[in-house]
């Protein structure tokens, strides 16, 4: 059953009416949105970890301890 449902998904007949494509549209624009929010997420800890190694490394420029 769970391998007929793509076959199903891909008939034209589906998507054919204007809802049928508006769905298509909501769906498509949830999935972006989903994995825009986890790599925005990712993204924000990232940016903050180099924020404090930089900061570090600024400190330890300013007491003439630098480690580059």
Same mark, same amino acid.
């Given at each position: ?5 793509? #076959? $199903?998904? &891909?008939?034209? =007949?589906? /998507?054919?009416?204007? %809802? ?9 624009? #949830? $999935?972006? &949105?989903?994995? =825009?929010? /986890?790599?925005?997420? %990712? ?10 190694? $930089?900061? &570090? ?7 003439? %301890?630098?480690?580059?």
């Amino acid at each position: 059953m769970l391998t007929e449902l793509p #076959a $199903v998904l &891909l008939q034209p =007949g589906i /998507f054919a009416s204007p %809802l049928g494509r508006i769905l298509l549209a909501l769906i498509g624009i #949830a $999935v972006v &949105l989903i994995i =825009g929010r /986890f790599l925005l997420s %990712l993204a924000w800890k990232i940016v903050t970890i180099a924020a404090v190694i $930089v900061g &570090l490394l600024l400190l330890l420029s300013m007491f003439g %301890l630098s480690p580059v």
